[in-house]
């Protein structure tokens, strides 16, 4: 029997799909014949929701990006138990591991023009974490771990500095360009530190990113 299902829900599946191939197999080695045998479904449906793969990756995008943003902002995803340490180091670990996961695969997929809207995106996700870190700052503010007095300002700077920083280094060194932001940051960890722990005026600046140094990005 035939299953009906809404549009949304449908370009959805679709889009899942299509990430879970590109992701198992790489970009240029899936086809949207795959997809819709994945899916079970005509190439016709396929192109009544998407005019070309380019498409349905840019929905892959925008998808995996919403829903790493409902993931942190989730009630109960930081534990109650953790103080403000342990919930920036938390945020550091699944914000990189969610980066370094899906970057290789959109950076070598995309064109001039999708890779613009990209940055939107990733700069749209970079909000999310910097708002997340300054629910976080207040919190160790309230807790005596920091000392902050600008949380929002100092949560701009140190995420979306680290990205530009990282791109400055990029383009000045080319053997940077063969490594991934989580990379980057295990290796530059002691210099993050530093700089974090005195934009925060913290009390136990060895604390900070603890998971970088155990490598778990």
């Known amino acids: 029997m035939r299953i009906t299902k ?15 191939l590109f992701l198992e197999n790489g970009y240029e080695n899936v086809s949207i014949k795959d997809i819709t045998t994945r899916v079970q479904i005509a190439s016709g449906l396929f192109h009544y929701y998407f005019h070309s793969k380019e498409d349905v990756l840019m929905e892959c995008v925008r998808l995996d990006r919403q829903r790493f943003v409902d993931e942190i902002n989730a009630e109960g995803y930081f534990s109650n138990n953790m103080d403000a340490v342990d919930k920036v180091n938390c945020l550091a670990s699944v914000a990189v591991r969610n980066i370094v996961e899906k970057t290789t695969l959109f950076q070598k997929a995309l064109n001039l023009n999708s890779v613009m809207l990209v940055h939107q995106i990733k700069d749209y996700v970079f909000s999310a974490i ?4 300054t629910e976080f700052i207040v919190e160790g503010n309230e807790e005596g771990i920091f000392d902050c007095q600008h949380p929002q300002a100092t ?4 995420v979306f500095g680290l990205s530009h920083a990282f791109s400055r280094e990029q383009e000045a060194n080319p053997d940077l360009k063969r490594i991934l932001f989580g990379e980057y940051i295990y290796m530059e960890r002691d210099k993050i530190r530093d700089i974090m722990s005195r934009l925060l005026n913290m009390k136990e600046p060895a604390r ?3 998971t970088v140094e155990e490598k778990s990005l």
């Open 130 to 133: 910097s708002d997340k870190l």
């Open 6 to 20: 809404k549009p949304e829900e449908r370009k959805q599946e679709i889009a899942e799909a299509a990430l879970e």
């Open 208 to 210: 900070l990113f603890k």
């Open 155 to 158: 949560a701009d700077i140190a």
